[in-house]
T-cell receptor, first 114, second 117 residues
Framework: GDSVTQMEGPVTLSEEAFLTINCTYT??????LFWYVQYPGEGLQLLLK?????DKGSNKGFEATYRKETTSFHLEKGSVQVSDSAVYFC?????????????FGSGTRLQVQP | GAGVSQSPSNKVTEKGKDVELRCDPI?????LYWYRQSLGQGLEFLIY????????KSGLPSDRFSAERTGGSVSTLTIQRTQQEDSAVYLC???????????????FGEGSRLTVL
């Protein structure tokens, strides 16, 4: 079945450091890929997405590129801020199966220190 | 409403009791999803509604779990005879046009934290 694997956290960085959170997936067909973020005390919200190979999703300084050859969708940011502290979830939508629900990874907690 | 609303935000119950969790989706959203998040685990899909029908309930872990949706709006997730392994955060999400599973634009509530003693 479909699955998403994320690097375990927590990831602790100093402000202005470079961030990478790894995400790899297993899916039939050609899924759409997403990053969701959950800030403290809030619900999950969509951060960015990519719907086909080589697409780059970007938002709020975060980027992720859909790599079909390595089945990966790593999240990156060049300079993190304290306000980026949150839990980040990688997810996929198995387009070809028609399944409506998203499959999520286990989440990676990011802590940014001033 | 402005966002997805869930209640209660916290529920502590004794093993064997029944619990009901409520989700009020964004007005006009036809698709509604329930997920469960256990400590240290990812989000586990439970059930998907399109309008009042549930075309995908494959994630419900046992027959103690049931869900309904009325009027194409509010949904209730019921857990009967709760067990300690049911302790988790139950998340509800909604999406417009019933295509959330394809576009990924789900809008989540803050969740209901269930603790079974």
């Amino acid at each position: 079945g479909d699955s998403v694997t994320q690097m375990e956290g927590p990831v602790t960085l100093s402000e202005e450091a470079f961030l990478t959170i790894n995400c790899t997936y297993t899916a039939t067909g050609y899924p759409s890929l997403f990053w969701y973020v959950q800030y403290p005390g809030e619900g999950l919200q969509l951060l960015l997405k990519a719907t086909k190979a080589d697409d780059k999703g970007s938002n709020k300084g975060f980027e992720a590129t859909y790599r079909k050859e390595t089945t990966s969708f790593h999240l990156e940011k060049g300079s993190v801020q304290v306000s980026d502290s949150a839990v980040y979830f990688c997810a996929l939508s198995a387009r070809d199966t028609g399944r409506r629900a998203l499959t999520f990874g286990s989440g990676t907690r990011l802590q940014v220190q001033p | 409403g402005a966002g997805v609303s869930q209640s209660p935000s916290n529920k502590v119950t004794e093993k064997g009791k029944d619990v009901e969790l409520r989700c009020d989706p964004i007005s006009g959203h036809t698709a509604l999803y329930w997920y469960r998040q256990s400590l240290g685990q990812g989000l586990e899909f439970l059930i998907y509604f399109q309008g009042n029908s549930a075309p995908d309930k494959s994630g419900l872990p046992s027959d103690r779990f049931s869900a309904e949706r009325t009027g194409g709006s509010v949904s209730t997730l019921t857990i009967q005879r709760t067990q300690q392994e049911d302790s988790a955060v139950y998340l509800c999400a909604s999406s417009a046009l019933g295509t959330g599973g394809r576009t990924g634009e789900l809008f989540f509530g803050e969740g209901s934290r269930l603790t079974v003693l």
